[in-house]
Nanobody, 114 residues
Framework: QVQLVESGGGLVQPGGSLRLSCAAS????????MGWYRQAPGKQRELVAT???????DYADSVKGRFTISRDNANNTLYLQMNSLKPEDTAIYYC????????WGQGTQVTVSS
């Protein structure tokens, strides 16, 4: 079983940057595929970015070139660097760990507004 705790959300102006972190515990982090998802008010949860246990990455078209997912297996931490933020990036961002089962964090709010 995996426990996930997100941090790093907040209020930022359009064009700004934030870095989200997800601290994992309870299992062997390096064996899990990890991802970031987000859910805006009134919308379904959607994939933002994923990173496989081997390090390959994938991104939603809406964030390609602006967001970067990375992982630090030595410190059991997942990151999402978000640059050139837009108001439409406003959402609760969730960390996900996937192997045989899916695990979710509680989420961290990101608000992009002037």
């Amino acid at each position: 079983q995996v426990q996930l705790v997100e941090s790093g959300g907040g209020l930022v102006q359009p064009g700004g940057s934030l870095r989200l972190s997800c601290a994992a515990s309870g299992s062997i982090f390096s064996r899990y595929a990890m991802g970031w998802y987000r859910q805006a008010p009134g919308k379904q949860r959607e994939l933002v970015a994923t990173i496989a246990s081997g390090g390959s990455t994938d991104y939603a078209d809406s964030v390609k070139g602006r967001f970067t997912i990375s992982r630090d297996n030595a410190n059991n931490t997942l990151y999402l660097q978000m640059n050139s933020l837009k108001p439409e990036d406003t959402a609760i961002y969730y960390c996900n760990a996937q192997r045989m089962y899916a695990y979710w964090g509680q989420g961290t709010q990101v608000t992009v507004s002037s």
